[in-house]
Every structure is written in structure tokens, then in C-alpha cells.
């Protein structure tokens, strides 16, 4: 088998996304090795797996929570799920810059958070109870989350102690980038759902992350 060389990392910043993008889907593949990947080289998947294999399972994990069973079991699963599609699909990635096609990144994350979200409707974990408050906390957070946030296994507990869908929304805005308008889409929502899932989620993350940081911002705001 060939050697594996090395992916980079795009560093560019989308002037719509509501942070400096975080994403470890952000991989600049090669034209070459996509070419190679539509003409069914199994080596050149072997080679897409190896580097989108972290991101996926990654974004998995976090969207379905530890809760609800085994939870890498199933973010094993998605990553299979998102794979095997992509090899499907591949034909369909027509390249960047033809009618304003995203990077190959950005259209395999697409199909990796629909295998997610199907996941989590199938057990209709979707429609369980979402984040709910008074209006009063509507307004968005821009702090940044506390330094706990970093800790992957405290992060991913707190996570999992809020409801699927606020976890969703927490997740795609703040690690993934993305915009309200398109987390609706993604979730057939209305951006101000997911608004307020992001204030009230972003207030109880930031709760269980570090309760004496919350208190202090909520005495502050009285």
C-alpha cells in the first residue's frame, strides 16, 4: 500500500459562522485521490477513512450522548453508516467552485450529521423533552464556555446530560460552525428554534461545566 501522507487542515474562516471554525472535518483532500476514489481505487478510501475516520465518530459521539446504551457503539455505527455512503455517493461530488459546490469535507460532515440525526429520530430521541425556560433567557451567549470544556470525557458527560436535540444544536453551532438558518435545515426546524435551544443549552452546559462560573455571570447580570 501506498504511503499516507499527511493531510492539511483548512484555517479559513467562513465570515458567517459564528466563531472561528473548529471543525476537524476542515481536511484539503486532493483532486487526485478523489479521482482515484470515483474510479473505485479501494486504496483511496482506505486513505479518505484514515482521515475523516476521527471527525466522524467525533461528531457522533457527541450528538447521541452516552445515555440512551452504548454510546461509541453507535458512533461506531454512523461512522460505518457515513462511510459506506460516501463510497455509494462519491460520484455525486461534482468538485469545489462548480455551482458553488462546498469542499469535499464540507459534503461528507453533511452526510455524517444526517446519519446522526437519523439515528436519533429512529429512536425518537428527537422528540423527547428539549431545553425549555422563560424568554427571559433568550438571548444568545457569546461567552466562552469554561476551561473544563477542553476535557473531552467532562465535556462529552456534560453533554450527555442534556436532551438530544439542545445537544445537537450545541454541537453543529459551537464545534461545527454552523449557522442558525442551517441547523434548521439540517433538523427541519425554524432558526429561532434553534436560537433559543443554543441560549438555553449554552446556560446549562455552562452550568455543568462549571456551576460557580454560572452563578457568578447570573449575579453579575441581576
Known amino acids: 500500500m501506498p504511503a499516507t501522507s499527511s493531510p492539511s487542515t483548512s484555517t479559513s474562516t467562513s465570515p458567517a459562522a459564528p466563531a472561528p471554525l473548529r471543525t476537524g472535518f476542515a481536511i484539503d483532500v486532493p483532486a487526485t485521490l478523489l479521482a482515484r476514489a470515483r474510479a473505485g481505487d479501494r ?3 482506505e486513505q479518505l477513512y484514515r482521515w475523516f475516520e476521527r471527525p466522524v465518530f467525533t461528531l457522533a459521539l457527541r450528538m447521541l450522548g452516552g445515555r440512551h446504551g452504548n454510546g461509541r457503539d453507535e458512533a461506531h455505527e454512523v461512522l460505518q453508516d457515513t462511510m459506506l455512503k460516501v463510497i455509494d455517493r462519491i460520484g455525486e461530488f461534482r468538485g469545489e467552485g462548480a455551482g458553488g459546490q462546498s469542499p469535499f469535507w464540507a459534503w461528507l460532515r453533511k452526510i455524517a450529521i444526517n446519519e446522526a440525526l437519523m439515528r436519533l429520530r ?6 423527547a423533552e428539549v431545553c425549555t425556560g422563560d424568554e427571559a433567557d ?8 469554561p476551561p473544563a470544556a477542553a ?3 467532562l465535556l462529552q ?4 446530560a442534556l436532551p438530544a436535540t439542545t445537544r445537537s444544536v450545541l454541537w453543529l453551532y459551537h464545534a461545527e460552525g454552523h449557522t442558525h438558518e442551517e441547523i434548521a435545515t439540517l433538523m427541519h426546524r ?3 428554534f434553534s436560537k433559543s435551544q443554543l441560549a ?4 446549562r ?3 455543568l461545566l462549571d456551576p460557580q462560573q454560572l452563578m457568578e455571570r447570573e449575579v453579575a447580570n441581576a
Open 43 to 45: 486504496a483511496a478510501f
Open 122 to 127: 429512529r429512536g425518537r430521541r428527537l422528540e
Open 138 to 145: 433568550f438571548a444568545e451567549d457569546h461567552g466562552p464556555l
Open 151 to 153: 476535557d473531552a470525557a
Open 157 to 160: 458527560r456534560a453533554l450527555a
Open 190 to 192: 425554524t432558526p429561532s
Open 200 to 203: 438555553r443549552g449554552t446556560r
Open 205 to 207: 452546559l455552562r452550568g
